[in-house]
């Protein structure tokens, strides 16, 4: 789910949230499948 910033100018903010949750939720899958 990767969404360049440049094409999607209009909704930057869509593309920063999957990022920031990203590695959130990449920590959490990590403890629950160790």
Do not use: K, Q
């Amino acid at each position: 789910m990767t969404v360049p910033v440049d094409d999607s100018g209009s909704r930057p903010t869509p593309s920063a949230v999957p990022d920031v949750l990203a590695p959130e939720l990449a920590v959490v899958f990590v403890g629950i499948n160790p």
